[in-house]
């Protein structure tokens, strides 16, 4: 999210599209069966408006680099998959989360742990995400389950929250006090504008959700797993990795 890259387009093609249709050449050569990639919910998009999802097979709309370049990169397995018999799998994950979480997440757990006033008590966002355990488990259906084949999946947990939901959730998971002042998003926005912190604002206050009924109209699949249950388990890993 640092970008030093002069052309940063070109450096996720590298990885993102050309290394990614390599393998898959690789791949459809060697006489492998099925192909499964993890894209981005990014190739949705970067937000929703309230009340609506996106979609599987919704038109895509990514707009930085690593969206653009997971698009072109499933443009290019589905051609694979037209002119070999490799089947080809996509799964569009959401934010993923789970033991060993870093980045934002693994920040937000250290700020609620020490018990440190946040003013997100007043977000009425509606986001969602997907743990781990849920993604590995949507992935192992689709090795095998012979209606995946050439299909488009996304993937969350089914229960979608606000930012201040979730610094609730995941207080209660860490068994710690959520300390939220609930201060007006506006004046939020405001703030992040004047420091130049634009996309940091558009993760905690804008909307992204995603339907999964595809998945279980099609795969007969469910997150096994509850948002609260994963929480606890991400806290938990947290905790001890702390005190180690």
Request: proline share 6%; with cysteine; aromatic share 4%.
């Amino acid at each position: 999210m640092k970008e030093a890259s002069a052309d940063p387009l070109a450096e996720f093609r590298k990885v993102n599209v050309d290394g990614t249709l390599n393998l898959a050449r690789q791949a459809a050569a060697a006489g492998v069966k099925r192909f499964i990639f993890i894209s981005s919910i990014k190739v949705n998009g970067e937000r929703t408006e309230p009340g609506t999802a996106c979609c599987a097979d919704d038109v895509p709309a990514p707009i930085d680099p690593y969206g653009i370049t997971k698009m072109e990169a499933e443009q290019g397995l589905r051609e694979l998959a037209s002119s070999t018999s490799m089947e080809v799998v996509i799964i569009r994950p959401v934010l993923i989360y789970g033991p060993g979480v870093k980045a934002n997440f693994l920040s937000m757990m250290k700020w609620l742990s020490r018990g440190v006033p946040l003013p997100l008590g007043a977000v009425h966002n509606r986001r969602s995400l997907v743990a781990l355990d849920n993604l590995i488990d949507l992935i192992t259906v689709c090795l095998n389950h012979p209606l995946a084949a050439n299909q488009t999946f996304l993937v969350s947990d089914g229960q979608d929250v606000s930012t201040t939901d979730l610094l609730r959730k995941t207080s209660e998971a860490l068994c710690r006090p959520a300390r939220l002042i609930p201060l007006p998003v506006w004046i939020m926005r405001g703030l992040a504008l004047l420091l130049g912190r634009q996309a940091l604002a558009q993760r905690l206050f804008d909307s992204l959700q995603v339907d999964i009924s595809k998945n279980k109209q099609l795969l007969g699949w469910s997150p096994p797993v509850s948002l609260e249950q994963s929480l606890r388990t991400t806290a938990r890993h947290f905790s001890e990795s702390k005190n180690s």
